[in-house]
T-cell receptor, first 114, second 111 residues
Framework: NAGVTQTPKFQVLKTGQSMTLQCAQDMNHNSMYWYRQDPGMGLRLIYYSASEGTTDKGEVPNGYNVSRLNKREFSLRLESAAPSQTSVYFC?????????????FGPGTRLTVT | QQQVKQSPQSLIVQKGGISIINCAYENTAFDYFPWYQQFPGKGPALLIAIRPDVSEKKEGRFTISFNKSAKQFSLHIMDSQPGDSATYFCAAYYTGNQFYFGTGTSLTVIP
């Protein structure tokens, strides 16, 4: 079990460039999430997908799009990167069992927009 | 609006001491309260979690205390060790919805 994997680990973009962050999980979880982490602000939800075929906005969706490609994969796209999107991005998936929901995180993608 | 408020932002504790991190919430619909531990360069990992039908949960040196009437919960790390130095996040969740995270506490345990 690889758990939650993310690619790339690091990325530098120029303002206006686009890119897609990839996330995959091999735990057969239904729900998947994208967060950004900034100093002093904790983890803020960008988008989530409660199940294959559905996506919902989180707290900070502007400037991002997502695709739930299948049950395993959930990608995050920046169409026109801005310096304000410099952050560490985490993908997560959730196991719901016996009324509890445990969230598993990937290792993160460190993105710098210049 | 911050759904979960966490304090302090940073904490320095001597080895062997007790580390205490506090969180407060407003939404009484929350029914699951996890704590995550994050080391530099890594993703957060679940440390311990509690449901609101119990007032305390202990796993080794880590204890969650939960006060439903005050809408507060806290993480206690007993006999703190340098290896506990990390960032800790509290969170709240209600079934079918999303997780809401606190802003994090950077813990440093001095040898």
């Amino acid at each position: 079990n690889a758990g939650v994997t993310q690619t790339p680990k690091f990325q530098v973009l120029k303002t206006g460039q686009s890119m897609t962050l990839q996330c995959a999980q091999d735990m057969n979880h239904n729900s998947m999430y994208w967060y950004r982490q900034d100093p002093g602000m904790g983890l803020r939800l960008i988008y989530y997908s409660a199940s294959e075929g559905t996506t919902d906005k989180g707290e900070v969706p502007n400037g991002y799009n997502v695709s739930r490609l299948n049950k395993r994969e959930f990608s995050l796209r920046l169409e026109s990167a801005a310096p304000s999107q410099t952050s560490v991005y985490f993908c997560a998936s959730t196991l719901k069992e016996g009324g509890l929901s445990e969230q598993y995180f990937g290792p993160g993608t460190r993105l710098t927009v210049t | 609006q911050q759904q979960v408020k966490q304090s302090p932002q940073s904490l320095i504790v001597q080895k062997g001491g007790i580390s205490i991190i506090n969180c407060a919430y407003e939404n009484t619909a929350f029914d699951y309260f996890p704590w995550y531990q994050q080391f530099p360069g890594k993703g957060p990992a679940l440390l311990i979690a509690i449901r609101p039908d119990v007032s305390e949960k202990k796993e080794g040196r880590f204890t969650i205390s939960f006060n439903k009437s005050a809408k507060q919960f806290s993480l206690h790390i007993m006999d703190s060790q340098p290896g506990d130095s990390a960032t800790y996040f509290c969170a709240a969740y209600y079934t079918g919805n999303q997780f809401y995270f606190g802003t994090g506490t950077s813990l440093t345990v001095i040898p």
